[in-house]
């Protein structure tokens, strides 16, 4: 099975997105979203940026290969 996203209400209320790996590993959670469209519009967006975004390397005296 591949990851996959899930959407889920925290404890303030918000929706939020989790990104899965096959696993069942979480590897990222998103910030809150008013409302569902904005969540799967969120989702959208990160498959986007995942599919063709570069890597920045932000760590102090490491370099990336």
Known sequence: MAG???LFT?????????????SG???AVSG???D???ALRGITA???IAASGLIEDHR???SLP
Request: hydrophobic residues 25%; negative net charge.
């Open 46 to 48: 990160f498959r986007e």
């Open 36 to 38: 569902d469209g904005a």
């Open 10 to 22: 925290d404890k303030d209320g918000s929706c939020r997105v989790r990104l899965i790996d096959d």
């Open 4 to 6: 996959h996203f899930e």
């Open 60 to 62: 102090s005296g490491s």
């Open 25 to 27: 590993n979480e590897l």
């Open 32 to 34: 809150p979203f008013p």
